[in-house]
């Protein structure tokens, strides 16, 4: 029976974003068998989500300039001979195969190659009533509007740090949301310092004054150095809290003011989600400017693993244009070890100039330590497992401040979201270290939540 489920493939792609539909394209041109996995409904990632077949939107989501590679990227993968299978969930993987669930089923990939493009995932920073509904991250406000055409709410203020933030207001405002407020935590000084690899970089210019057009035509001030403090409201938000921060983040309380909102987006900036390459043995890095943990790669995108290679978020916050050019990259890559072609120098140099240009971004907008000091010893921290600030606190204080430590004191991170939501900005909180490399997450089989007749019923290796 589960050999009915088992797919052979010469090259498997984790992700039908950006990164793994340009590393598809080329690798089907090329004659290869691929097979894409990809948990959403439809190809385009996160960046170029589409609705699901036969919904629509409340209006028509305004595009910035660089939507049209998307849209062109699209086009290609869906004439291609790539076999995508959607709504497929990998839950565990060894160089070689990928598990995966679709449809409640058990599935097996063999595969000679695996591209991993997973993309990342929003990073949150508890503050007072975040927990409340009609909070969310800016990320997830996204997957609302413009993956499912629902209007949110009448009045939202949308605050955190760094690009995404943008996108998410012009979400917003096409979906005919009154947008009261944009608050960049950052200061306008410290954005700066992106200038000189922004400026280098056309597509990335044209992209800023897109949307600093959008703004001013909806009126929306980008208040640089404000963040949110805190959420209030009965059953669901009704007013946010919002105030000026200091230099590093923490909130100058005396600015506060209250302003009736509800919906709020709270977008800090995203986290590589390298789950799938640790289980796989890959080696990973810390990087400083974008505050996580990212897999390490080769010039030609090859992971320390042999046959598995790696593009986009996976590899550092970089954003729509990286994921693409090093999606490229590491098919070049596969082509080079199927059949010995080279990798041509263009391919390489693009993707380093696009990574350049990005890491420079990630600088700019680097999580601000202070802004670990809007949670309250009643705040929850780990929402799946409802721990309040003073709890984490307590157990790093009794068992030490590492994640492990911290886990097994008070179960932060032990719940169904397994730390993707809280394990970011645990260790800052709990043992009161905000500027400290976090550990490594502790991923373990089923990376993804699926039923246990999928892991019981799984094809053999
Ligand atoms: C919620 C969210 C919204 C974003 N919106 C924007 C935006 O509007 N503008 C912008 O410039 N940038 C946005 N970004 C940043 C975005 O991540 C990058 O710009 C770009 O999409 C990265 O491309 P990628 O191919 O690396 O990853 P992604 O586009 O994130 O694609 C990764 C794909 O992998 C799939 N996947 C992950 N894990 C598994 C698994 N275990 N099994 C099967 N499938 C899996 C996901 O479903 C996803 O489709 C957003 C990021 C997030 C997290």
């Not at 943008?166 to 935590?185: F, N």
């Not at 946010?240 to 919906?263: F, L, Y």
């Not at 800052?428 to 007749?453: H, I």
Request: charged share 20%; hydrophobic share 45%.
């Amino acid at each position: 029976m589960s050999a009915d489920r088992v797919l052979q493939a010469d090259v498997g792609i984790v992700g039908a974003g950006p990164a793994g539909m340009a590393a598809a394209n080329v690798l089907a041109a090329a004659g290869l068998r691929v097979v894409v996995l990809d948990e959403g409904h439809r190809a385009g990632g996160q960046i170029f989500r589409q609705l699901p077949v036969g919904s629509h939107n409340a209006g028509a989501i305004a595009e910035p300039p660089s939507h049209h590679h998307g849209h062109a990227l699209l086009a290609t993968f869906d004439q291609s001979r790539v076999t995508l299978r959607c709504g497929a969930s990998v839950w565990d993987a060894r160089p070689g195969r990928l598990w995966f669930e679709q449809d409640g089923a058990s599935w097996l990939l063999r595969c000679r190659h695996i591209v991993l493009a997973p993309g990342a995932y929003d990073r949150c920073i508890p503050f007072p009533g975040w927990t409340l509904p009609g909070v969310l991250t800016a990320g997830a406000l996204q997957v609302m509007v413009r993956g499912f055409g629902i209007v949110p709410g009448k009045r939202a203020i949308v605050a955190g740090s760094g690009p995404l933030l943008l996108p998410t207001v012009t979400a917003l405002l096409s979906a005919g949301v009154h947008v009261v407020a944009a608050l960049e935590a950052s200061s306008r000084w410290r954005a700066l310092r992106a200038l000189p690899g922004v400026l280098g970089n056309g597509a990335r210019l044209s992209e800023a004054f897109w949307y600093a057009r959008q703004l001013l035509k909806a009126g929306v001030r980008l208040r640089w150095g404000w963040t949110i403090f805190g959420c209030e409201g009965d059953g669901r938000v009704q007013r946010a809290i919002i105030g000026k921060v200091d230099r590093s983040g923490r909130p100058r309380r005396e600015t506060a003011q209250t302003v009736d909102v509800d919906v709020v987006g709270a977008g800090f900036g995203l986290v590589p989600s390298i789950e799938l390459g640790l289980h796989l043995g890959c080696t990973s890095r810390w990087h400083e400017g974008g505050a996580g943990h990212a897999l390490v790669v080769d010039a030609e995108q090859r992971t320390s693993v042999e046959n598995v290679f790696a593009a986009g978020e996976i590899c550092g916050i970089g954003g729509a244009e990286v994921a693409m050019a090093e999606g490229h990259l590491a098919a070049h890559a596969v082509l080079h070890a199927v059949r010995g072609t080279a990798v041509p120098v263009a391919v390489r140099k693009k993707a380093r100039r696009e990574r350049g240009a990005a890491d420079a971004m990630l600088r700019a907008f680097a999580p601000l330590p202070g802004l670990h000091e809007l949670a309250q010893a009643d705040t929850v921290v780990c929402r799946c497992e409802d721990v309040t600030l003073a709890t984490a606190q307590a157990a790093a204080a009794l068992y030490g401040s590492s994640l492990r430590a911290i886990k097994v004191g008070c179960r932060a991170g032990m719940g169904p979201c397994q730390a993707r939501i809280c394990g970011p900005s645990l260790q800052a909180l709990a043992g009161r270290e905000p500027t400290r490399a976090m550990d490594l997450p502790v991923v373990q089989v089923p990376l993804k939540a699926v039923r246990s007749e999928t892991i019981v019923n799984a094809p053999p290796a």
